[in-house]
C-alpha cells in the first residue's frame, strides 16, 4: 500500500494570497467554491466609512450605540488590531468574541 498525505486547508475569504499558500502546501490542489467570488449575502448590509485613525474608536462606539444594530463584524486588517478592538470593546462592557483574541 503507497503512503497517502492529504492536507486540506480552509479560507473563508478568496483573497489572491490564500491561492499561494495552497501551492505552496499542496500539490495540484482543487479549489472549491461554495458561492462565486464577490457574491454578497442578501441579509447583510455593508458600508465603509472613511475615518482617520484618531476617530476610529468614536466612531466605532457610535455605531454599536445605534439599537438598529442588533449583531456587528468588525474585520480588522491585523490580528494586532482585532486584539486591540476586542480590549478596548470589553473594557467598556461590550461582549466581543474574536478569533485572534484570549
Known amino acids: 500500500m503507497q503512503n497517502f498525505c ?3 486547508l480552509f479560507f473563508g475569504d478568496n483573497a489572491v494570497r490564500n491561492s499561494y499558500s495552497c501551492k505552496e502546501f499542496a ?8 458561492v462565486p467570488q464577490g457574491t454578497v449575502a ?6 465603509l466609512y472613511c475615518v482617520s485613525t484618531n476617530e476610529k474608536k468614536s466612531v ?14 468588525i474585520f480588522t486588517r491585523t490580528k494586532h ?3 486591540a478592538v476586542a480590549r478596548s470593546l470589553t473594557k467598556v462592557g461590550y461582549s466581543v468574541a474574536s478569533n485572534s483574541w484570549k
Open 6 to 8: 492529504q492536507t486540506t
Open 42 to 47: 442578501t441579509k447583510i448590509t455593508q458600508k
Open 60 to 73: 466605532l462606539n457610535k455605531f454599536l450605540t445605534d439599537p438598529a444594530l442588533a449583531s456587528v463584524i
Open 81 to 83: 488590531g482585532a486584539d
Open 27 to 34: 500539490n495540484e490542489p482543487v479549489k472549491i467554491e461554495i
